[in-house]
């Protein structure tokens, strides 16, 4: 398995269409199907579907699971550039997709304005994905939504996430602070792979008797069309539904009872923070700045 196979795997997985990874990679169509189907032979598995009439690629079963191991392979190699190059300026993260928004966007892109030597590899996760790739040492700064007893891993406390209602719904006639108790539960769009302990604390009190969700998805951005039901709603961090609101005109609604704020941690490995690079130097500085 080469690095290039592996490169060529995950641009397949973002574009879905071996036209577009060509184009993306700057190779040909033939080069990549080449080397797909090379390294779907050294697997012993199809990693993707392919069949007549379907306009994208379609990731296998096994396609799926060989997803984290690429990722792993991928993170791999950049550590062994590192040691090669005794590069100061590789910076890795991982973050939930509503951490990125809330709070570590601005400051990636202030680091990429400062530092134009720096490469960053970015990954979005659940909290639990996070905990796993710091204890693997995949990533020198994780954030999360709750600690964890894991050794080696120090945990740092750094803002809070505060909770709102979003809907197509029109619940105008009633104000922008709405009662829980108009929500239909059996219509929530859940977020899941994090720990939302909060999120069930609230739902325990106001919808004791109901105890499943219809819908439940790891991405607000992939929330969009599920909510259009009439009486669909979500729960999402404020900022994240200010940008769902901007993006796609959805509307934020106030709770006269929300959920308890929930707390974001910072990650980092206790080996590997004693030995700052100066790209995490940087990081650890910026981060102070914009932490409550």
Not at 244 to 266: N, Q
Request: overall charge negative.
């Amino acid at each position: 398995m080469q690095n290039k196979d592996i490169e060529i795997f995950l641009e397949l997985i973002q574009s879905r269409n071996i036209t577009k990874a060509a184009e993306h990679l700057f190779l040909s169509q033939s080069v990549i199907s080449t080397r797909l189907k090379k390294l779907e032979e050294e697997l012993g598995y199809e990693l993707f579907t392919r069949s007549k009439g379907m306009r994208e690629m379609e990731l296998t079963r096994q396609g799926h699971e060989f997803v984290s191991i690429a990722v792993r392979w991928k993170n791999l190699f950049e550590e062994a550039d590192l040691l090669r190059e005794r590069s100061q300026y590789l910076l890795r993260l991982a973050a939930p997709e509503s951490v990125y928004y809330d709070f570590l966007e601005p400051i990636i892109v202030a680091m990429i304005q400062q530092v134009p030597s720096l490469k960053l590899s970015l990954q979005i996760n659940d909290s639990s994905g996070i905990y796993d790739l710091m204890e693997s040492n995949m990533i020198d700064f994780g954030f999360a939504s709750y600690e964890s007893s894991l050794p080696n891993i120090i945990h740092r406390h750094i803002y809070d996430q505060a909770f709102c209602v979003v809907s197509y719904t029109d619940f105008a006639e009633l104000g922008s602070t709405i009662s829980p108790l108009i929500l239909d539960p059996s219509k929530e769009v859940q977020l899941s792979g994090g720990n939302f302990s909060s999120l069930t604390l609230w739902r325990e009190k106001w919808f004791p008797n109901h105890s499943s969700c219809r819908i439940e998805i790891n991405s607000p951005h992939m929330m969009a069309n599920l909510l259009k039901e009439e009486g669909s709603w979500a729960l999402l961090s404020s900022v994240s539904a200010e940008r769902m609101a901007e993006l796609y005109g959805i509307r934020i609604y106030l709770l006269s009872d929300p959920p308890e704020k929930r707390k974001i941690y910072l990650l980092r490995h206790e080996g590997i923070a004693a030995m700052q690079t100066e790209a995490a130097s940087l990081f650890s500085k910026m981060l102070a700045q914009m932490a409550v």
